[in-house]
């Protein structure tokens, strides 16, 4: 992989070069624990192996709140930047894809690399996918990190097969909701949700859950285990978004060679695994991160995502706001809306909704975006540079 460098002039406008005049209108995270801003950062020429775009939407994920609040264990950020971590947009200027191209991608937001929350960003076209034709591109952004966060360690890692029992701890936010239809469409015989708040488990009863089981302040893993075995008996597969004590009680309900996907921790950074537990039962016990897996890791994914979004097989809550109001979704989104923001920042004003904008099964979003892309690449696989002539450049020799 070739070794991207970025000059200072990328940072927020008060750090850029000199010799830049050009800025784009974003969001900047002034220091480690800070909410964002609306601020401005300097714009340099695209480099080798970049891809510039004009940014529809961009997702705000908890990995973004968790980076800015300067605890993160990967990454903590001194100097001001701009967050986000993906969106969806139309290519500029490439040395693979056609302007004009709608794209999917991922950016490593740095002080020296601004994010997403801007009108335009440049990323390596490692980290680049063409979309879909015809499809929605929030709905398309809305499901990527959250969904690929859900179907790789159910589908990839644990291995789901048809007929098995799933059990999903965290289940009320939106990659547990994912996880729970996602699931459900690839062949559960039982999946049961677990999260604490009770109105929004019974929600998950409409979209594929099978049970739901509340999580009670104060209540140890031994009661919790006979509640979790009462709602779906041996378990096959766990995805587990809260870790600590729901996670301990959960092992004590897996069936002989469980897989178990560890995703998040808000409940405790330590569980208690009992060795006899674990070599009795067999069980498989490994851990999933988004921000370490390339892109090129989740094609699958976001293929087999697309494809039900295109069909009306998801359900999804996505409330959509404009840049100026991102400090408000980011202090919504500390408290765990069950809902995914996502930021329009070209044109927040015109296709912004005033209260947001919830899908309900089985309708679709009513959520006024720009028009969606031209059906000129297709809507399964390949994807990559050279998945259409019609929306791929050869690559300079």
Not at 93 to 108: F, I, K, N, R
Not at 136 to 149: F, I, L
Not at 265 to 281: C, I, S, W
């Amino acid at each position: 992989m070739r070794k991207r460098t970025h000059d200072a002039g990328h940072g927020p406008e008060s750090h850029r070069s000199a010799a830049t005049h050009e800025t784009v209108r974003a969001a900047v995270v002034e220091a480690p624990g800070a909410e964002p801003r609306t601020g401005s950062v300097a714009w340099r020429p695209r480099g080798e192996g970049e891809t510039s775009i004009a940014v529809v939407a961009a997702p705000l994920n908890p990995l973004d709140l968790l980076i800015a609040s300067g605890t993160f264990h990967s990454a903590r950020h001194e100097d001001p930047y701009v967050p986000g971590s993906e969106c969806t947009g139309i290519v500029l200027d490439s040395d693979l894809y056609q302007p004009g191209t709608w794209v999917y991608a991922e950016s490593h937001a740095s002080p020296s690399a601004p994010g997403t929350f801007a009108a335009k960003v440049l990323v390596s076209d490692e980290d680049v996918l063409p979309l879909p034709g015809g499809l929605d591109p929030v709905r398309a952004a809305a499901v990527g990190n959250s969904g690929t966060a859900a179907f790789i360690p159910l589908l990839e890692a644990a291995g789901l097969r048809p007929g098995e029992t799933v059990l999903i701890l965290g289940a009320t936010g939106v990659v547990g909701r994912l996880a729970v239809q996602i699931a459900q469409r690839s062949g559960a015989g039982r999946v049961v949700a677990v999260a604490r708040d009770a109105a929004a488990l019974e929600s998950l009863l409409a979209v594929g859950a099978d049970a739901v089981v509340v999580l009670r302040p104060d209540e140890g893993p031994d009661e919790l285990a006979a509640r979790l075995s009462a709602a779906a008996g041996p378990v096959n597969v766990v995805l587990d978004g809260v870790y600590g004590p729901p996670l301990e009680a959960a092992l004590r309900v897996c069936a002989p060679r469980a897989r178990v996907v560890n995703i998040g921790n808000p409940a405790g950074a330590t569980a208690q695994v009992p060795a006899g537990l674990l070599r009795g039962k067999q069980l498989t016990l490994s851990g999933f991160a988004g921000l370490h897996t390339p892109l090129r890791d989740k094609r699958a994914a976001l293929t087999w995502l697309w494809s039900a979004l295109a069909r009306d097989e998801l359900w999804i809550d996505v409330r959509t706001v404009a840049l100026d109001e991102l400090p408000a979704a980011w202090r919504d989104q500390a408290a765990s809306p069950h809902a995914k923001y996502v930021v329009l920042p070209a044109d927040g004003e015109a296709h912004r909704t005033t209260t947001g904008t919830t899908l309900t099964p089985p309708e679709r979003s009513n959520v006024n975006v720009p028009p969606v892309p031209p059906a000129v690449v297709p809507a399964d696989p390949p994807f990559g540079p050279d998945a259409n002539s019609h929306t791929a450049k050869e690559p300079d020799a």
